[in-house]
């Protein structure tokens, strides 16, 4: 696996920008460099559709503007589903977008991995393990040179507590975390939401890992609302109690770098928000 080098911690919005309206990629990207951001994930929310043409001019506008570009898998996917077509088609979602980040020359793409589905934990790590395992060999076989990341989850329900998806990322060179620190704390219904807790999770993944996972990291933040069951809805930033001013403390004092990605309701001003504090710590 190529590692990717990155030189800071860059800011990005949760696919487009919501000042570019029903503009495309081009107005999109010219609204990030105007508010000094860094990026975007793009947001494959029900398939992976996009044209060889946006592939190609998504590329071109990420090299002419310097920026850094990350993808979502759409949000369908359970890789313990009890019908196997549904497992299979939860594979076939994460290669599309695997082979669209490729194409467009994104670092590193994150999914929802699966459900417990009222079963063992153990039986279903092993199951996400095989599913992960068959992406992985896709992508070196077929030259995909992108970071595969399964992401923290929000609820109780859903596979992903921080141990597992840590664990997972031992067992292959091209499996990383994507921490969506929002969940951790909405999934410990509050939780992970103090200076030495997020140094804790982050002196985790270094000493599983290795300092290169905390040199090519990607991450998801926003305000989240929570209950007993865990996340709720997103909200932004001010309007929460998410402790985004210490975790990005945090994220300097271990000298974090990759991609930070901004999924509050009003993505570009939340990611400004965050850019701007960060740089003023």
């Not at 695997?98 to 699966?114: K, P, R, V, Y």
Request: glycine share 6%.
């Amino acid at each position: 696996m190529q590692n990717f080098v990155f030189d800071k911690l860059n800011f990005l919005t949760a696919g487009m920008p919501l000042s570019t309206g029903k503009a495309s990629y081009n107005r999109a990207f010219e609204i990030l460099n105007e508010l000094n951001l860094d990026g975007m994930e793009l947001e494959f929310v029900h398939g992976v559709r996009m044209s060889e043409e946006t592939r190609r001019l998504v590329k071109q506008e990420r090299e002419n503007k310097n920026l850094i570009l990350t993808a979502h898998a759409p949000f369908y996917v359970n890789l313990n589903s009890k019908e196997e077509d549904k497992v299979e088609a939860s594979v076939q979602r994460i290669i599309e977008t695997g082979l669209a980040a490729n194409d467009t020359g994104a670092f590193s793409i994150t999914f929802h991995a699966a459900f417990y589905m009222q079963q063992d934990k153990e039986e279903v790590f092993n199951k996400v393990k095989t599913r992960v395992s068959e992406i992985s060999e896709y992508f070196h076989k077929n030259n995909i040179n992108v970071w595969i990341r399964p992401e923290t989850t929000g609820k109780g329900t859903q596979w992903g507590d921080l141990e597992e998806i840590v664990r997972l990322s031992k067992e292959f060179d091209n499996v990383l975390p994507c921490i969506d620190f929002s969940h951790l704390h909405a999934r410990s219904a509050g939780a992970y939401n103090t200076y030495d807790e997020f140094a804790q999770i982050l002196e985790t993944v270094g000493k599983e890992l290795g300092q290169k996972a905390l040199e090519n990291f990607h991450a998801h933040l926003a305000g989240i609302d929570y209950g007993a069951k865990g996340e709720k809805k997103h909200l932004i930033l001010e309007e929460s109690d998410m402790n985004y001013k210490d975790l990005l403390k945090a994220f300097k004092e271990f000298g974090v770098k990759g991609a930070l990605v901004c999924e509050s309701p009003n993505i570009e001003d939340d990611a400004v928000l965050l850019k701007e504090y960060y740089k003023s710590i």
